[in-house]
T-cell receptor, first 112, second 117 residues
Framework: DTEVTQTPKHLVMGMTNKKSLKCEQHMGHRAMYWYKQKAKKPPELMFVYSYEKLSINESVPSRFSPECPNSSLLNLHLHALQPEDSALYLC???????????FGPGTRLLVL | AQSVAQPEDQVNVAEGNPLTVKCTYSVSGNPYLFWYVQYPNRGLQFLLKYITGDNLVKGSYGFEAEFNKSQTSFHLKKPSALVSDSALYFCAVRDLESGGGADGITFGKGTHLIIQP
């Protein structure tokens, strides 16, 4: 298995909802990442997990909460989001943080 | 600190012609360089990388990139463009000397490549 999968593909939520984005890889990678991408802009790093431990939080608002239950799974819990949080959320993994990252297809999030 | 610049917002090339997408980088140590491609409404696909070795790196879909240390550049090239190559291309860099092992990579702003039939 050489891919990163993300669910759901699309998500529409209200500002009071709680939802979660899921990411999975079975390549044995020990680093996983969440990025946020606005239209026609480069991805912006949100979180890095290395060996299931959070190693970077790029000053992301607390309404985004990451979780890494095991080496294959990465979640992003969403609560009380704002319309400006609407974006494509990309998950990526790499063998370790110094190696090339492989991206999932993304979850397109719309906050109403 | 690490940064990468893609000076062109858009590159237009006729099908069958060679293409070049430019990228320059800035790192304090040695660079680890990448090219990714993104098709509409899709995630990023890894094309190629450079860490050490030959300055000309070959990647997926017939793309290659040339590392030039003196010019701090890593331009993406293809000898003969296809209409299906039309997409958004991102150059990315990581400073190998940044230490800690926990840093993500830094992306350029992206270049739209349009191949005209």
């Amino acid at each position: 298995d050489t891919e990163v999968t993300q669910t759901p593909k699309h998500l529409v939520m209200g500002m009071t909802n709680k939802k979660s984005l899921k990411c999975e890889q079975h390549m044995g990678h020990r680093a996983m990442y969440w990025y946020k991408q606005k239209a026609k802009k480069p991805p912006e790093l949100m979180f890095v997990y290395s060996y299931e431990k959070l190693s970077i939080n790029e000053s992301v608002p607390s309404r985004f909460s990451p979780e890494c239950p095991n080496s294959s799974l990465l979640n992003l819990h969403l609560h009380a989001l704002q319309p400006e949080d609407s974006a494509l959320y990309l998950c990526a993994s790499s063998p370790k943080t110094s190696k090339a990252q492989y991206f999932g297809p993304g979850t397109r999030l719309l906050v109403l | 600190a690490q940064s990468v610049a893609q000076p062109e917002d858009q590159v237009n090339v006729a099908e069958g012609n060679p293409l070049t997408v430019k990228c320059t980088y800035s790192v304090s140590g040695n660079p680890y360089l990448f090219w990714y491609v993104q098709y509409p409404n899709r995630g990023l696909q890894f094309l190629l990388k450079y860490i050490t070795g030959d300055n000309l790196v070959k990647g997926s879909y017939g793309f290659e990139a040339e590392f030039n240390k003196s010019q701090t550049s890593f331009h993406l090239k293809k000898p003969s463009a296809l209409v299906s190559d039309s997409a958004l291309y991102f150059c990315a860099v990581r400073d190998l000397e940044s230490g800690g092992g926990a840093d993500g990579i830094t992306f350029g702003k992206g270049t739209h490549l349009i191949i005209q039939p």
